[in-house]
């Protein structure tokens, strides 16, 4: 993809005089190359690594790095820029491919599946703590529920988590499972 000399050396001039404070300056640098970055990037993805994401995540995240480093980097060659940030946007996919590769597939829990024997929980409860413990666990909502099971005992990461529960992110669902489970042991506390 080759920049005009023209958009390049305004580019340049673009990146000083936001290093020099003029905000609007780098409005005007990431939005005409992110709009280069996302039509260069789409359909780049594969599948595999689109659990995480849309393509325009992997830019924006690629930009958001560029941009923090934005006052240690030099780009004086036209075309430098965008380089840098594709080359970003590569390296997250990969990133993203090999976590996708070393983490198995969710699948849905099949309902009609019960165990019947007694829990590690009910074995360790007694009976007045057991049934203090079912009624809370009980009153949490179905999203809660499914996060603690899903932590607890099916040792989700917190990523897999907000995926299953639809929470906007790793933090939110971690945020969702250590409340639950803190309302769920002061319960059994009595």
Same mark, same amino acid.
């Given at each position: 993809?080759?920049? #005009?000399?023209?958009?390049?050396?305004?580019?340049?001039?673009?990146?000083?005089?936001?290093?020099?404070?003029?905000? $609007?300056?780098?409005?005007?640098?990431?939005?005409?190359?992110?709009?280069?970055?996302?039509?260069? @990037?789409?359909?780049?993805? #594969?599948?595999?690594?689109?659990?995480?994401? &849309?393509?325009? /995540?992997?830019?924006? /995240?690629?930009?958001?790095?560029?941009?923090?480093?934005?006052?240690?980097?030099?780009?004086?060659?036209?075309? &430098?820029?965008? @380089?840098?940030?594709?080359?970003?946007?590569?390296?997250?996919?990969?990133?993203?491919?090999?976590?996708?590769?070393?983490? #198995?597939?969710?699948?849905?829990?099949?309902?009609?599946?019960?165990?019947?024997? #007694?829990?590690?929980?009910?074995?360790?409860?007694?009976?007045?703590?057991?049934?203090?413990?079912?009624? =809370?666990? @009980?009153?949490?909502?179905?999203?809660?529920? &499914?996060?603690?099971? =899903?932590?607890?005992?099916?040792?989700?990461?917190?990523?897999?988590? =907000?995926?299953?529960?639809?929470?906007? $992110?790793?933090?939110?669902?971690?945020?969702?499972?250590?409340? $639950?489970?803190?309302?769920?042991?002061?319960?059994?506390?009595?």
């Amino acid at each position: 993809m080759s920049v #005009p000399e023209d958009a390049q050396s305004s580019t340049h001039a673009l990146i000083q005089r936001g290093r020099a404070g003029d905000s $609007s300056a780098w409005d005007r640098v990431f939005g005409r190359m992110l709009k280069r970055i996302r039509r260069w @990037a789409h359909g780049r993805v #594969p599948q595999s690594a689109l659990g995480a994401g &849309e393509t325009q /995540d992997f830019v924006q /995240d690629a930009a958001l790095g560029v941009w923090t480093r934005m006052d240690q980097l030099d780009f004086r060659k036209p075309g &430098e820029l965008d @380089a840098y940030v594709r080359q970003a946007v590569i390296n997250r996919i990969r990133d993203q491919a090999r976590r996708g590769l070393a983490r #198995p597939a969710l699948l849905p829990l099949d309902p009609g599946i019960i165990d019947q024997s #007694p829990s590690a929980l009910e074995r360790a409860l007694d009976g007045e703590a057991l049934v203090r413990y079912q009624h =809370a666990f @009980a009153a949490l909502d179905v999203r809660d529920r &499914e996060a603690v099971i =899903a932590r607890a005992t099916m040792g989700y990461t917190f990523d897999q988590i =907000a995926e299953l529960t639809g929470r906007p $992110s790793a933090a939110a669902a971690r945020m969702s499972v250590n409340r $639950s489970i803190e309302r769920l042991r002061r319960a059994v506390d009595g």
